[in-house]
Each structure stands twice: as C-alpha cells, then as structure tokens.
C-alpha cells in the first residue's frame, strides 16, 4: 500500500515560482507523475517520472518550465513550478503507478494524493 501526500502548493503571482511536494509512504519505487485539475476541466497529465528518475516527460503546456524530480532516500517527488501562468490554476495531485514505462493516463496510476490547490493571479 502506498500512501502519497502533497504540500508546497499556494497563492503566486504571474510569473513566480512554487515547488511541490510529494511524500510517499509504504513501497516507494513506483513511477510518479503529477496531475492537475482546474476547475470546470478534466484532471490532465502534468509530469511524470520513473522510479530511478532516470526517465521524466512533460505535458506540452508545461515543458520548460516545470521539472519533475525524486529523491528516493527522502521517499519525496517534486515538481518545480517556474514562469506560472494564470492558466496553470488548478488541484495538483501526486500519483503513483505500477508500470515500468512512463504513462500519461489518470487509468494507469494506482494511487492517488489528495492534492493541493495552485492559484495564479495575474
């Protein structure tokens, strides 16, 4: 059993910078990803990340500004935020999955957070 709980997230203007954080308890060496889900819109696909962290892919909406990163010893993801926009708005949660390829689909994740609220203002 996995047990994944976010923090980092906040208010920040236009341009600022926020990091997320992922805490995960129980068997740690899964893939994770994070997600987002705004309001009025389906939850989508942000980052994710293999379980060495050798392997990382990114939504086009965010590449370039957000990085996915993990440090195993600490059981902790991350997602550095930087360059926000007012349309990055949304829940961030963190998931974890059983596949041993980077996936992009809330249908291939096992577990879930219970995510954090990201607001940009302009």
């Known amino acids: 059993q996995v047990q994944l709980v976010e923090s980092g997230g906040g208010l920040v203007q236009a341009g600022g910078s926020l990091r997320l954080s992922c805490a995960a308890s129980?068997?740690?060496?899964?893939?994770m990803g994070w997600f987002r889900r705004a309001p009025g819109k389906e939850r989508e696909f942000v980052a994710d990340?293999?379980?060495?962290?050798?392997?990382?892919s990114y939504a086009d909406s965010v590449k370039g500004r957000f990085t996915i990163s993990r440090d195993n010893a600490k059981n902790t993801v991350y997602l550095q935020m930087n360059s926000l926009k007012p349309e990055d708005t949304a829940v961030y949660y963190c998931?974890?999955?059983?596949?041993?390829?980077?996936?992009?689909?809330?249908?291939?994740?096992?577990?879930w957070g219970q995510g954090t609220q990201v607001t940009v203002s302009s």
């Open positions: 129980g068997r740690t060496f899964y893939g």
């Open positions: 998931a974890a999955t059983k596949s041993l390829t980077l996936v992009v689909l809330t249908t291939q994740y096992d577990y």
């Open positions: 990340i293999s379980d060495s962290g050798g392997s990382t």
